[in-house]
């Protein structure tokens, strides 16, 4: 900001700041080249700065004054920075607060409100509220909070910002608490540490919560012994399961986890020996290695769909094993027998890493477009979303095309 050019709104917001915070800050120690503005220059500048950035420019009277009218139109977080400001600034505040009764008092009812509501809903917002009110602003809020301590038991993250700072209040809390109630719990502590009554029950019923990367997290760092029970309960068909797969090999859970799903492959291949397969494979895919039961191993690819991914990773293995049938034959049998079935049955042989290459009857299939065909390895593109990224050719054809000549 040159000597000689005017000051800009924008630079008395850069200085002073448009946050209650910020303000404060300043009205409590000024710019002295602010604070030699004329009158004139004010009454320019202060239509176009923020109300509390004007606030804070014209001293700690006109701040508090505003605070004052900004609580009172429901904005009643504004009560604590007043709070903040008339500790420090007395005398400057004392008479707004003298003049400015009436707006004071709606700004106590909007407090004393948002209070009530919060026990029966935003609880994070009461509880940080809690934490941050003092002096008068305090005992305003307390009042309110303590008429229903039953209510304040059931809302775990406002009981323990209270017991913080009232250790002694005998706030009655649930002995075996509900799933909501273990969810804000764990929310909470996920923030702050908990009051030692309310992280006991906590402690005690946490193996009762969702077993989400989360919630398993914060076991390991808090609840150690809970990490067991809690990956007991993952349900595996959950859409998130991958995620807490990934926290499980990071952080020694795997093998739990991998019991559990074998167990489940095994019941699904007992039941029904393609949706044991299918089961198989697609654990496989997530990166569990998941042993193929021997359920699902009896009568070779006999009786199984041949378009189906689970029944070419079947072949692949029994190929890798020494065992199992010839992949170009059955392929050729199958695209003979059925256009449709030989190219995905193709298409799946080439994913599972097989080596075989596109039946004779294939070639000029009438059903394949221009352009469709995987130009690495000759599959029907639209047989199954996402070859092309999947093709396991593309990158031998990568490789092959980077490496040096021979000489």
């Known amino acids: 900001m040159s000597p000689s050019a005017p000051v800009q709104p924008a630079d008395i917001v850069r200085r002073v700041g448009d946050t209650n915070e910020r303000a404060l800050r300043y009205a409590l120690s000024p710019d002295p080249k602010l604070a030699r503005l004329s009158r004139k220059a004010h009454e320019q500048l202060i239509p176009d700065l923020p109300p509390v950035t004007a606030g804070a420019l014209l001293g700690p009277a006109a701040l508090a004054r505003h605070f004052v009218a900004s609580a009172a139109s429901g904005r009643y977080r504004d009560l604590f920075p007043l709070w903040e400001l008339f500790r420090q600034r007395p005398d400057d505040c004392r008479p707004?607060?003298?003049?400015?009764?009436?707006?004071?008092?709606?700004?106590?009812?909007?407090?004393?409100?948002?209070?009530?509501?919060?026990?029966?809903?935003?609880?994070?917002?009461?509880?940080?509220?809690?934490?941050?009110?003092?002096?008068?602003?305090?005992?305003w809020l307390r009042e309110t909070v303590i008429e229903d301590l039953t209510q304040v038991g059931a809302r775990p993250a406002v009981a323990?910002?209270?017991?913080?700072?009232?250790?002694?209040?005998n706030i009655p809390l649930p002995a075996e608490p509900d799933e909501d109630w273990l969810d804000e719990a764990a929310a909470a502590r996920s923030?702050?540490?908990?009051?030692?009554?309310?992280?006991?029950?906590?402690?005690?019923?946490?193996?009762?919560?969702?077993?989400?990367?989360?919630?398993?997290a914060m076991a390991h760092e808090h609840y150690p012994d809970k990490v067991g029970p809690l990956l007991e309960r993952v349900d595996l068909d959950s859409p998130a399961i991958g995620a807490v797969l990934a926290w499980a090999r990071d952080h020694g859970?795997?093998?739990?986890?991998?019991?559990?799903?074998?167990?489940?492959?095994?019941?699904?291949?007992?039941?029904?020996?393609?949706?044991?397969?299918?089961?198989?494979?697609?654990?496989?895919?997530?990166?569990?290695?998941?042993?193929?039961?021997?359920?699902?191993?009896?009568?070779?690819?006999?009786?199984?769909?041949l378009g189906r991914p689970e029944t070419a990773a079947f072949m692949a293995l029994l190929r890798n094993e020494g065992a199992?049938?010839?992949?170009?034959?059955?392929?050729?049998?199958?695209?003979?027998?059925?256009?449709?079935?030989?190219?995905?049955?193709?298409?799946?042989?080439v994913c599972a890493g097989l080596d075989v290459f596109l039946p004779p009857v294939l070639h000029d299939n009438p059903s394949v477009k221009d352009g469709t065909r995987c130009e690495h390895c000759g599959a029907w593109t639209w047989v199954r979303p996402g070859h092309e990224r999947r093709c396991p050719r593309r990158s031998a054809s990568a490789a092959s095309a980077g490496a040096p000549d021979p000489a």
């Open 96 to 139: 707004i607060l003298a003049e400015r009764e009436q707006a004071l008092s709606k700004g106590r009812d909007a407090l004393r409100r948002a209070a009530r509501l919060g026990l029966r809903g935003r609880a994070d917002r009461l509880a940080e509220d809690i934490h941050q009110a003092h002096g008068l602003i305090w005992q």
């Open 160 to 169: 323990s910002a209270l017991l913080a700072r009232e250790p002694e209040l």
């Open 191 to 216: 923030q702050r540490p908990l009051a030692p009554a309310v992280d006991a029950v906590l402690a005690a019923n946490v193996d009762r919560l969702p077993a989400s990367v989360s919630t398993l």
């Open 253 to 305: 859970g795997a093998e739990l986890l991998r019991a559990r799903i074998c167990a489940l492959v095994e019941q699904a291949a007992g039941a029904d020996r393609a949706r044991g397969l299918a089961a198989w494979h697609a654990w496989r895919e997530r990166g569990v290695d998941v042993p193929l039961p021997d359920t699902a191993r009896a009568h070779g690819v006999d009786g199984l769909d």
């Open 324 to 349: 199992g049938p010839e992949p170009q034959s059955i392929l050729d049998g199958a695209a003979a027998a059925n256009r449709q079935l030989g190219e995905k049955a193709y298409e799946a042989f």
